[in-house]
């Protein structure tokens, strides 16, 4: 499991979880009701993406996100 602290990272594991399933963007945006837009711009790490949305696309290429507390040095 890997520790995300940034929208770029979530974007990476999108690009990378879609890439791997062999969906084009186009395809993801279709399958998640939302526009190739939006998924380009996550992709990319838009900070202010909607958090439904992008748990959505997150479901839907069987990644999940999962919180807990900072690991303290």
Request: charge should be positive; charged fraction near 20%; aromatic fraction near 2%.
């Amino acid at each position: 499991m890997e520790i995300v602290y940034s929208t770029e990272q979530i974007g990476a594991a999108v690009r990378a979880a879609r890439k791997e399933q062999g969906l084009r963007q186009p395809d993801l945006a279709a399958a998640c009701g939302t526009s190739v837009r939006f998924i380009v711009e996550l992709e990319r790490g838009k900070p202010t993406a909607q958090i439904g949305k992008v748990l959505h696309v997150l479901n839907l290429l069987g990644l999940r996100l999962t919180l807990g507390p900072t690991p303290q040095p």
